[in-house]
C-alpha cells in the first residue's frame, strides 16, 4: 500500500517553462489537495478537488492549474513558471471527514 | 478564513524533558485540530490529532489538549527523545465550508542530549 505518490521528487525549470507534478493515491479517497510549503511559512492550499470532477481554489492559486483526471490521480500544473513558485509541493488526500495523509513531496527549483 | 499562529519557532529541550507547543486559531466553527510531524526530506505525517467535543487526548508520551472557549490547542511531549527533533506543525480545519486544513508555521524541535 503505497498511500499517496508524487513525481517527480526533484526538478529544475527555467522561468518561463511549464510543467506538471503528478499525484496519485490508492487509498480510494474522494478529496485530493496541494500544498507548497516555504521556509518559516507553513503549509499553503493551493487548489483541491472535492470528489472526482471538481476543483476549487485554495489560498494561493495564481500561476497555477489543475486537473482530477480520476479519483486516485490529481495533477498540479504551472504553465510560465516564475521564481517565485520555487518551493516544496506536497499532495494530500483526505479519508471521510479527519484523516489527512500526505506524499513525500516534490522539490521545485525556478532559476 | 482561517488562521492558526504557533509558538514559538524554535524549542530546545533537553533530552528526556517535556516539550509544549501552543497553537492559537481565528475560526470559532473549526472542529478538528491534528499536529504533523515533519522530518527533513520528508512529507507531513500525523502524531495525533483532537476533535472539538474533546478536551484532551493521549497517545502514550504525545498529548494535545483544546480550550475552545480561548480558541487555543497544544501538544505535549514527555521524556523527550532524540528521535522527536523534528518540524511540528498544527493546523485547524475550516468550519465555514471550505476545505482543506489551515496550518501554522512551524516548530523546529531540538532535543539536547
Known amino acids: 500500500n503505497a498511500g499517496v505518490t508524487q513525481t517527480p521528487k526533484f526538478q529544475v525549470l527555467k522561468t518561463g517553462q511549464s510543467m506538471t507534478l503528478q499525484c496519485a493515491q490508492d487509498?480510494?479517497?474522494?478529496?485530493m489537495y496541494w500544498y507548497r510549503q516555504d521556509p518559516g511559512m507553513g503549509l499553503r492550499l493551493i487548489y483541491y478537488?472535492?470528489?472526482?470532477?471538481?476543483?476549487d481554489k485554495g489560498e494561493v492559486p495564481n500561476g497555477y492549474n489543475v486537473s482530477r483526471l480520476n479519483k486516485r490521480e490529481f495533477s498540479l500544473r504551472l504553465e510560465s513558471a516564475a521564481p517565485s513558485q520555487t518551493s516544496v509541493y506536497f499532495c494530500?488526500?483526505?479519508?471521510?471527514?479527519?484523516?489527512?495523509?500526505f506524499g513525500s513531496g516534490t522539490r521545485l527549483t525556478v532559476v | 478564513g482561517e488562521n492558526v499562529e504557533q509558538h514559538p519557532s524554535t524549542l530546545s529541550v533537553q533530552e528526556g524533558d517535556s516539550a509544549v507547543i501552543k497553537c492559537t486559531y481565528s475560526?470559532?466553527?473549526?472542529?478538528?485540530f491534528p499536529w504533523y510531524k515533519q522530518e527533513l526530506g520528508k512529507g507531513p505525517q500525523l502524531i495525533i490529532d483532537?476533535?472539538?467535543?474533546?478536551g484532551e487526548k493521549k497517545d502514550q508520551r504525545i498529548a494535545v489538549t483544546l480550550n475552545k472557549t480561548a480558541k487555543h490547542f497544544s501538544l505535549h511531549i514527555t521524556e523527550t527523545q532524540p528521535e522527536d527533533s523534528a518540524v511540528y506543525f498544527c493546523?485547524?480545519?475550516?468550519?465555514?465550508?471550505?476545505?482543506?486544513?489551515?496550518f501554522g508555521k512551524g516548530t523546529h524541535l531540538i532535543i539536547q542530549p
Open positions: 487509498m480510494n479517497h474522494n478529496s
Open positions: 478537488s472535492a470528489s472526482e470532477g471538481t476543483t
Open positions: 493546523a485547524a480545519n475550516s468550519g465555514g465550508g471550505a476545505d482543506g486544513l489551515t
Open positions: 494530500a488526500s483526505r479519508s471521510g471527514i479527519y484523516g489527512y495523509t
Open positions: 475560526d470559532s466553527a473549526s472542529n478538528y
Open positions: 483532537i476533535r472539538s467535543n474533546v
